[in-house]
T-cell receptor, first 115, second 110 residues
Framework: EAQVTQNPRYLITVTGKKLTVTCSQN?????MSWYRQDPGLGLRQIYY???????DKGDVPEGYKVSRKEKRNFPLILESPSPNQTSLYFC??????????????FGDGTRLSIL | QQPVQSPQAVILREGEDAVINCSSS?????VHWYRQKHGEAPVFLMI?????EQKGHEKISASFNEKKQQSSLYLTASQLSYSGTYFC???????????FGQGTTLQVKP
């Protein structure tokens, strides 16, 4: 089944404890992206990757890191999480290097709570 | 830079029509529409590229007015399954950077 898989789905952790949210897609998609969703603010793009080894900042990259060492994986790293990073996170992928004429397929989301 | 969606919320009866608007202060290259049901991931509806095209998807269609930097999503003869939050995303150039609006919550009642 074609899908975008995020892990973990839920995580409660403490301030300053490094964490990684994994994202993997099995559709051989070129483009991948991370979003966070907060009430009243909609979806905000954190980082995106047009293809392997290429990553770019989205609208809210502060406090996050990403890497794209292989096509299928795009992990989101929080080196020193803070409570303001408590949010619902979505990973998405798209077939081509751009998204201008391509749909994005979203994972089921990861709910992070940072105490 | 975030596009502004209006209205913020709308309640309809089955069979009624609705229009959701998405406005940007910047020139746009493409506009993306997604629907998200409660507790689920966003699902793709359609993309419009600059050029003022209009697209249709069953009873859901959209237009893109490049000069006004505005897109509108039209929901015709709404069904219960149309309930959810609708997001527009805007791209200023073909870079992959997408900025979403705050969302419009649509509730369709029997």
């Amino acid at each position: 089944e074609a899908q975008v898989t995020q892990n973990p789905r839920y995580l409660i952790t403490v301030t300053g404890k490094k964490l990684t949210v994994t994202c993997s897609q099995n559709m051989n998609h070129e483009y991948m992206s991370w979003y966070r969703q907060d009430p009243g603010l909609g979806l905000r793009q954190i980082y995106y990757s047009m293809n392997v080894e290429v990553t770019d900042k989205g609208d809210v990259p502060e406090g996050y890191k990403v890497s794209r060492k292989e096509k299928r994986n795009f992990p989101l790293i929080l080196e020193s999480p803070s409570p303001n990073q408590t949010s619902l996170y979505f990973c998405a992928s798209s077939p081509e290097t751009g998204i201008s004429n391509q749909p994005q397929h979203f994972g089921d989301g990861t709910r992070l709570s940072i105490l | 830079q975030q596009p502004v969606q209006s209205p913020q919320a709308v309640i309809l009866r089955e069979g009624e029509d609705a229009v959701i608007n998405c406005s940007s202060s910047k020139a746009l290259y493409s506009v993306h529409w997604y629907r998200q049901k409660h507790g689920e991931a966003p699902v793709f509806l359609m993309i419009l590229l600059k050029g003022g095209e209009q697209k249709g998807h069953e009873k859901i269609s959209a237009s893109f007015n490049e000069k006004k930097q505005q897109s509108s999503l039209y929901l015709t003869a709404s069904q219960l399954s149309y309930s959810g939050t609708y997001f527009c995303g805007t791209e200023r150039s073909n870079t992959g950077k997408l900025i979403f609006g705050q969302g419009t919550t649509l509730q369709v009642k029997p």
